[in-house]
């Protein structure tokens, strides 16, 4: 600790010139105050508030050099598991920019050594360094996971053990006589159905006209608050109603084992929440 401190202080006389000289005199008031504080705690109790940004002093690592993480604590044979890792190695990448963009400007104006920047992420070239063993998860790999794999594995039977559901594509000319009577083939069933329209209009039409044929209907909308939304599914699945109307039914997340029958009409459009990419 003696010795972080002495560098600590000598980080901050050579720092302090360079903002004096540059008539930054509020920054290195500003600073002087600040580090000198912690360097009193650190002395009194050997810590202070956001100890963290003198961490290159206290490792003695020279500037610019790697920190230390927890994957330099691992066995020499760990395996990473990167999952969604389309979406994961980008923000690996990110880290380190983004953190560099704030530290600079707590350096800046003054409320932070330059030596701070040097408690940061790894960057990505370095977390590179430190791969042993790693598999990429992802039903979308981006061109790095693929040009860095062998031959990637495709993952045929869920983990769920679900089946895949049948897909059928059916002419919109009469569809909504054709959902009519899918809907009463499955009310015989005792079994629920989903329907997901384009726009709120169509959604609260249909919902009306279904009403109007005898059929126990329900529409969900996004004015209807969280809890309303759960009463809603719970008495869909208690068969209060057979059928629930909705715009974004597909977004939502729904787990509900007594739909057998998913209608998307006009599914060769796009609309609202919904895309042309597969």
Avoid: W
């Avoid at 580090?35 to 963290?52: A, K, Q």
């Avoid at 990110?94 to 408690?119: E, I």
């Avoid at 939304?229 to 699945?237: G, Q, V």
């Amino acid at each position: 600790m003696k010795r972080a401190i002495v560098n600590i202080q000598k980080e901050l006389d050579e720092r302090l010139k360079v903002l004096n000289d540059n008539g930054k005199l509020l920054e290195a008031q500003r600073l002087e105050q600040r580090t000198r504080y912690d360097l009193e705690m650190m002395e009194e109790v050997g810590f202070c508030s956001g100890i963290e940004n003198y961490s290159r002093h206290l490792t003695f690592r020279k500037p610019g050099e790697s920190p230390y993480t927890l994957i330099d604590y691992f066995p020499k044979d760990f395996l990473i598991m990167v999952d969604e890792s389309h979406a994961t190695l980008p923000q690996i990448r990110a880290m380190y920019n983004g953190d560099q963009a704030r530290k600079n400007v707590l350096v800046d104006h003054g409320f932070r050594l330059p030596s701070a920047k040097d408690n940061r992420p790894l960057k990505f070239e370095e977390f590179e360094e430190r791969i042993h063993q790693i598999v990429y998860v992802s039903a979308t790999p981006a061109d790095y996971e693929l040009e860095h794999s062998g031959k990637p594995i495709e993952q045929i039977i869920r983990p769920t053990g679900l089946l895949d559901p049948e897909i059928e594509i059916r002419p919109i000319k009469g569809q909504i006589d054709d959902l009519y009577d899918e809907i009463n083939l499955r009310i015989k069933k005792k079994e629920r159905v989903l329907v997901t329209t384009l726009t709120k209009k169509m959604a609260e039409n249909l919902t009306d006209y279904l009403k109007g044929m005898g059929i126990k209907v329900n529409y969900l909308h996004s004015e209807i608050k969280t809890l309303q939304r759960i009463e809603i599914i719970r008495d869909l699945r208690r068969g209060e109603f057979d059928v629930l109307v909705g715009i974004n039914l597909l977004r939502e997340g729904l787990d509900i084992p007594e739909v057998s029958l998913v209608a998307i009409l006009d599914a060769d459009k796009e609309g609202f929440l919904r895309s042309s990419a597969p």
